[in-house]
């Protein structure tokens, strides 16, 4: 059995924490319910919750919906130890209702796409709808007020090669997206669904459309944690294909701040971009990573870029977040790298968890 992960910087919680204090007021006894809570997004809302609720002392109450609580408090005894968390055991489609109101609901569950390229269009289409429509029934049930749905910037579709940061009142969308793009699709359709029901309901609702991030706790399965891994064990920095396509990444502090900051004080129906807006290749990623490493590694790259292809781009623009909630990158991407590596050296081997 793997061994517990460790907390997260104290740091880092002290970062959130700088960066949200004056939000925390609302939130004085409130009571909360994350989806997804022992995921990536989850993990970070919940450490930086129960940072604030001690430091602040505002009674906060959190229920977190899991498939095996078992497994999370093996995972994060830490948490699942606390008497401000409480572990609500379901499956995001048919999981039993808590009888309590809640005054904030957070819906961070999604299987990313990296999982999921092996099931059938319909059937996930189907799972992530199926799984937006219990939660918002479950809102309406338990009277929630604030209302966040932590999107993605896929539903976007192909970002155009000569658009450097997608906005998100972008006009040219594919409709629908292409036959493998099935989670992009079902993500933007358990949008809508978001903001039908909100707009019937009275519930305030912001949407989070999240690109790219680094940190403790990402899985092993997307680039730049497959990068730390390589130089976490000394070897070669490896890049699939050929280095090219750009793509930015936010640190997860930052991005708790960010979360936390559209919960509180996102305007309702509102749809925000959440990442960072400093743009590299895959390449110039890997050779950060490799420069972070406790012996500088050299990095591979195993493809060879076609003259004349144009370059695939995963990038937000985030001036609507910067200018109407005054939000800002704060950790610099080669502090990032530093950040994870030296968490990652202290956790478990991702390939055991």
Request: proline share 7%; glycine share 10%.
């Amino acid at each position: 059995m793997t061994g517990p992960l460790p907390p997260l910087p104290v740091e880092d919680l002290e970062h959130v924490l700088v960066h949200t204090r004056d939000l925390w007021g609302e939130a004085q006894g409130a009571s909360f319910f994350i989806t997804g809570g022992t995921g990536f997004f989850g993990t970070w809302l919940l450490e930086s919750f129960a940072h604030a609720n001690d430091r602040l002392g505002l009674g906060m109450r959190a229920t977190v919906l899991t498939r095996d609580p078992a497994a999370f408090a093996r995972r994060s005894p830490h948490l699942a130890g606390r008497t401000d968390v409480r572990l609500h055991q379901g499956e995001l489609r048919s999981f039993a209702f808590p009888p309590d109101r809640f005054t904030h609901l957070v819906h961070a569950a999604a299987d990313t796409g990296v999982w999921t390229k092996g099931e059938s269009s319909e059937g996930l289409i189907g799972r992530i709808t199926e799984g937006m429509r219990r939660v918002l029934d479950f809102a309406f049930a338990a009277q929630v007020g604030r209302f966040l749905h932590i999107s993605s910037g896929a539903v976007y579709g192909s970002q155009p090669a000569g658009l450097t940061h997608m906005p998100e009142d972008f006009r040219g969308l594919q409709a629908p997206l292409p036959a493998d793009a099935a989670w992009a699709e079902g993500k933007r359709v358990a949008e809508q669904l978001c903001l039908t029901h909100a707009a019937r309901h009275g519930h305030a609702v912001t949407i989070a459309r999240c690109f790219a991030f680094v940190g403790p706790h990402l899985d092993g399965n997307y680039a730049i944690a497959s990068f730390i891994n390589d130089a976490l064990h000394g070897r070669p920095v490896q890049v699939t294909g050929d280095g090219t396509p750009h793509r930015s990444y936010l640190y997860a502090s930052d991005l708790a701040v960010w979360l936390w900051t559209m919960l509180f004080a996102g305007q309702s129906g509102r749809a925000y971009n959440v990442g960072s807006p400093h743009s590299l290749s895959l390449a110039e990623v890997a050779n950060e990573v490799a420069l972070a490493a406790d012996e500088p590694q050299p990095v591979k790259i195993n493809g060879t870029p076609q003259p004349g292809r144009p370059v695939s781009r995963y990038v937000p623009s985030v001036s609507r977040a910067e200018t109407e909630l005054g939000l800002r990158v704060h950790v610099a991407l080669p502090e990032a790298i530093r950040k994870t590596l030296a968490w990652q050296r202290r956790a478990p081997p991702i390939s055991a968890r």
